[in-house]
């Protein structure tokens, strides 16, 4: 994440789960396009009391689900940082059960570990309540080995748009280590020490790999 991000995530203690339809990745909640057409002829539900297409049902569920995505490498990579923030960058280290006991519950939240698929190919995808259909990606983004905890909104609540929904976390259960940027000045380390000391967050460490 970028710094302000990493300020906001100190100041607010909450993570930040972005709607799918608007994340960058454009074939979020969809199918390969060959099982998704066959099913067209095939599926059929009821919205509002009006049947709806398999691809219209899609799109209303991407607009339902919210996304907060995690890196599985156990060792860092420069396309990421310079992805994702090359001179600012800051990284959370975590674990699986330390991410799952930080968040204070106030949403049902499903976690998973994606499955990377060719979308060229129809392929196996259980399509039982939408939220499957978030635990699958192109094969094209295989490197990212990416986590993601997954929150569905209901139907009742569509009409609220919002953008992203926040959840509240513990930063002491949260944070195993910071990683900073390779790509960063010197200087950049101490202040982000600074920082966390600032928020009571001076016991975790700080480490940063020279290129």
């Known amino acids: ?10 100041t607010f203690k909450e993570l930040v789960f972005v709607r799918s339809d608007i994340m960058e990745d454009k074939f979020e909640g969809t ?3 060959a099982k998704a057409s066959r099913l067209d002829t095939l599926f059929s539900t009821h919205f ?3 049947a709806e297409r398999l691809t219209d049902f899609i799109e209303r569920n991407k607009r339902l689900h919210y996304l907060n995505c995690w890196c599985m490498n156990k060792h860092e990579l420069v396309h990421m940082w310079k992805m994702y923030s090359k001179k600012n960058g800051v990284a959370i280290s975590t674990t699986y059960s330390k991410l799952k006991r930080s968040i204070i519950p106030d949403h049902d939240i499903y976690s998973t570990k994606i499955k990377y698929i060719n979308f060229s190919r129809s392929g196996k995808i259980n399509i039982w309540n939408g939220v499957p259909l978030f635990f699958y990606k192109k094969s ?6 990416e986590m993601r ?10 009409k609220n748009d919002q953008p992203v ?7 002491n259960i949260l ?3 910071i990683h900073i940027s390779p790509f960063a000045p010197k200087w950049y380390t101490d202040v982000v020490k600074k920082v966390l000391g600032t928020f009571g967050l001076s016991n975790k460490e700080v480490h940063r790999n020279e290129l």
């Not at 929904?165 to 930063?171: A, F, M, Q, Y």
């Open 140 to 145: 094209e983004y295989e490197s990212e080995k």
């Open 175 to 177: 944070i195993r280590f």
């Open 48 to 50: 509002n009391g009006e």
């Open 31 to 33: 199918l390969p396009a």
């Open 1 to 10: 994440m970028d710094f302000p991000s990493f300020i906001s995530l100190l």
């Open 149 to 158: 905890l997954v929150i569905r909104r209901s139907d009742e609540n569509e």
């Open 165 to 171: 929904i926040k959840c509240e976390v513990d930063l």
